[in-house]
């Protein structure tokens, strides 16, 4: 069994809807929790980054943790075509970006 | 320059040959990494160089030799690889010890071997 598993799409969706994109996790030792953007052709960028049970907002963006459920999502509201990009989780149990496990990505496109 | 920079964004080679792939960070941060990205699967991590000293190769072939002179560069050097190998090798740099200090990823350099 994978430590992380991302719901693996692909998702189409219109835009100005909202998304939610999932990840679940089986390591409860995992404390930092990430969401890396990856558009087609370029490496992976961080979007979010949250530490414990949670939301976090940034903008569209929502990053929510479930230490007790070990489940992740992150949500974008009013998505745009500029959101569609393939979409990874990312977790880690110590501050060592190295020690980083990934899921094994979302992709995400948004339809004008 | 800015970021993490790669080199080549391309690559075809034959099983035969032997090629490198080149990696320069510019953010002043003190670990480089390597990975590699196949459809349908996760970011594999490779090699840790942290304060320009190897320490971790999970497990990776020989055929793939990592080397850092330097906390700035980070080279890959290739060598017999095997079809399977073809993938795209990401390039990454952090600042460890700091939260906060995630992964920096370059471009990449596509790798397709006949």
């Known amino acids: 069994q994978k430590e992380v598993e991302q719901d693996p799409g692909p998702l189409s969706v219109p835009e100005g809807a909202i998304v939610s994109l999932n990840c679940t996790y089986s390591n409860s030792a995992f404390q930092y929790f990430m969401w890396y953007r990856q558009y087609s052709r370029k490496g992976p960028e961080l979007l979010m980054y949250?530490?414990?049970?949670g939301n976090k907002e940034d903008g569209r963006f929502t990053a929510q943790v479930d230490k007790s459920s070990k489940y992740i999502s992150l949500f974008i509201r009013d998505s745009q075509p500029s959101d569609s990009a393939t979409y990874l989780c990312a977790m880690k149990y110590s501050l060592n970006a190295g020690k980083s496990t990934f899921g094994d990505g979302t992709t995400l496109t948004v339809k004008p | 320059e800015t970021g993490v920079t790669q080199t080549p964004r391309h690559l075809v080679m034959g099983m035969t040959n032997k090629k490198s792939l080149k990696c320069e960070q510019h953010l002043g941060h003190n670990a480089m990494y390597w990975y590699k990205q196949s459809a349908k699967k996760p970011l594999e991590l490779m090699f840790v160089?942290?304060?320009?000293?190897?320490?971790e190769n999970n497990s990776v072939p020989s055929r793939f030799s990592p080397e850092c002179p330097n906390s700035s560069h980070l080279f890959l050097h290739l060598h017999t690889l095997q079809p399977e190998d073809s993938a795209l090798y990401l390039c990454a740099s952090s600042q460890e010890g700091w939260v906060g200090g995630e992964l920096f990823f370059g471009e990449g350099s596509r790798l397709t071997v006949l």
């Open positions: 949250t530490y414990s049970s």
């Open positions: 160089y942290s304060l320009e000293e190897r320490v």
